[in-house]
């Protein structure tokens, strides 16, 4: 799989995946608002970049380590990320599931809230990463 490594922070990375092709947001852990946030707003300006060039590019979270998400970030993420990320052309959200309860509650809530409110998002889940990029590549 060929990839490109656009950021990375301690807390998470963003890759592109060009043979599928899709955005990779890959959490190692817990982020705090300020971190959460800094990366998922990264990551769509990259989506926005490099959708030019791949008009079919999917995004996919893997959260397999990802940790709590406050009431706070739920909230910016519904009222004003995923807006900005449906106006972009994100209208699926793909997840490899969380290993943990607490990221499992994270993004249990999330999905829900995406797939509400005024833009309604088709949410996945995946168990490994394998799985997500077959399905992905098949415009899934």
Known sequence: ???????????GELL????IPCLLIRWHGFA?????RFLLDKGLEFYQQY???YPTLSWLSDTRLFGAMLPA???WAATSWNRRAYA???HQ???IGPENIFGQIAIQQYSHNAAGGDYHFKVSQYSSLAQACRQLSRGC
């Not at 799989?1 to 807390?11: I, K, N």
């Not at 592109?16 to 043979?19: D, F, G, Q």
């Open 1 to 11: 799989m060929s990839d490109l490594r656009l950021h990375t922070e301690p807390y």
């Open 16 to 19: 592109l995946l060009t043979r």
């Open 32 to 36: 705090n608002s300020r971190n959460l």
């Open 51 to 53: 959708r030019r060039q």
């Open 73 to 75: 970030d739920q909230e």
């Open 88 to 90: 972009a052309g994100i």
């Open 93 to 95: 959200l793909a997840f």
